[in-house]
C-alpha cells in the first residue's frame, strides 16, 4: 500500500498550489479520502474530506471558499486545488485513506508534502 504525495514548494501570499496523492495497492475507489495538515509545532488537523465516489465533500472552516478536493478514481489520485494561499497554510499536508466502517487505526496515510506560503 503506498500513498504518495506531491505538489507542494513554496509560494508567495495569495498564490495557487495544487497537490496530489497517488494511490496504490488497495482499491482507492472504495476509500474515502481525507487531506490532513500538520503545522510547525502543531498537531494535526484534518482539511478537507470527499467521500469515495467524489459526490460529497467537506472542508474545515479555514479551508472553506479556497480549497478544492477532488479524486479521480480511474487513475487513483486525490487533488487539493488550495488558491489565495495564507502563510497561515504553511504546513506538512498529508493524505489519508479511511475505509468506511473500518477503525481509524486501518487508516492509510502518505509521507506529506511540504506547504510553505511566504508573507
Known amino acids: 500500500v503506498q500513498l504518495v504525495e506531491s505538489g507542494g514548494g513554496l509560494v508567495q501570499s495569495g498564490g495557487s498550489l495544487r497537490l496530489s496523492c497517488a494511490a496504490s495497492?488497495?482499491?482507492?475507489?472504495?476509500?474515502?479520502m481525507n487531506w490532513v495538515r500538520q503545522a510547525p509545532g502543531k498537531g494535526l488537523k484534518w482539511v478537507s474530506a470527499i467521500n469515495s465516489g467524489g459526490g460529497n465533500t467537506r472542508y474545515a472552516d479555514s479551508a472553506k471558499g479556497r480549497f478544492t478536493i477532488s479524486r479521480d478514481n480511474a487513475k487513483n489520485t486525490l487533488y487539493l486545488q488550495m488558491n489565495s494561499l495564507k502563510p497561515e497554510d504553511t504546513a506538512v499536508y498529508y493524505c489519508n485513506a479511511h475505509l468506511p466502517g473500518s477503525p481509524i487505526s486501518n487508516d492509510y496515510w502518505g509521507q506529506g508534502t511540504q506547504v510553505t506560503v511566504s508573507s
Open positions: 495497492g488497495f482499491t482507492f475507489s472504495s476509500y474515502a
